[in-house]
């Protein structure tokens, strides 16, 4: 999805036509849009997002590291996301 710019505490905002986000999977306890760190195979996901809102990352990302956003099956909901680059905590 995206590079960090700069040593970062990452800040996500997710918006969506509906309420609530959609997920084929949802009733098996799994969320509708996984945000992970690390380059692909070696990724580990840090947030788990299933309803729209603004998000700040658990850990902070370093410059140039990868982030990474994967939507479980999401069903008939437009989803967008913004990344805004916060300093570290």
């Given at each position: 999805?995206?590079?960090?710019?700069?040593?970062?505490?990452?800040?996500?905002?997710?918006?969506?036509?509906?309420?609530?986000?959609?997920?084929?999977?949802?009733?098996?306890?799994?969320?509708?849009?996984?945000?992970?760190?690390?380059?692909?195979?070696?990724?580990?996901?840090?947030?788990?997002?299933?309803?729209?809102?603004?998000?700040?990352?658990?850990?902070?990302?370093?410059?140039?590291?990868?982030?990474?956003?994967?939507?479980l099956?999401?069903?008939?909901?437009?989803?967008?996301?913004?990344?805004?680059?916060?300093?570290?905590?």
């Open positions: 999805m995206a590079r960090a710019r700069k040593a970062s505490r990452p800040t996500i905002t997710v918006t969506s036509t509906e309420t609530e986000l959609k997920s084929l999977l949802e009733s098996f306890g799994l969320r509708a849009i996984d945000f992970a760190i690390g380059e692909p195979d070696l990724e580990r996901v840090v947030l788990h997002v299933s309803k729209p809102g603004t998000f700040t990352f658990p850990a902070n990302v370093q410059a140039g590291e990868r982030i990474s956003v994967r939507p099956e999401l069903a008939g909901t437009t989803v967008t996301f913004t990344i805004a680059w916060d300093d570290p905590k």
